[in-house]
Nanobody, 121 residues
Framework: QVQLVESGGGLVQAGGSLRLSCAAS????????MGWFRQAPGKDREFVAA????????YYAAFVKRRFAISRDNAKNMVYLQMSSLKPEDTGVYYC??????????????WGQGTQVTVSS
């Protein structure tokens, strides 16, 4: 069982940066791949980035275009999403997710409650 709590969202101007954090509970955190997803108003939830259990592999959605970076600290049970060059279309609720498998499909086993990111133009 893994419980996830996101933080770090907020209001930022276009071109700005934010770092999202996800705190995970559970002794087996280091055995889970982690992902970030987002959902814009009126749209389906979409994949943003994923990182393997060791942190050695990462995968990003095409729209990220090197603007975002996912990382993890297994000693602290934390996952991060560093976002830069933010655009208004990046606005949405960002979710942290955990799964035994490193993947980008929208069927992760565990989900956080989400944190709102709003990018103003």
């Amino acid at each position: 069982q893994v419980q996830l709590v996101e933080s770090g969202g907020g209001l930022v101007q276009a071109g700005g940066s934010l770092r999202l954090s996800c705190a995970a509970s559970g002794r087996t955190f280091s055995s889970y791949a982690m992902g970030w997803f987002r959902q814009a108003p009126g749209k389906d939830r979409e994949f943003v980035a994923a990182i393997s259990w060791s942190g050695g592999s990462t995968y990003y959605a095409a729209f990220v275009k090197r603007r975002f970076a996912i990382s993890r600290d297994n000693a602290k049970n934390m996952v991060y999403l560093q976002m830069s060059s933010l655009k208004p279309e990046d606005t949405g609720v960002y979710y942290c997710a955990a799964d035994p498998q490193f993947k980008y499909s929208d069927d992760f086993d565990y989900w956080g409650q989400g944190t709102q990111v709003t990018v103003s133009s």
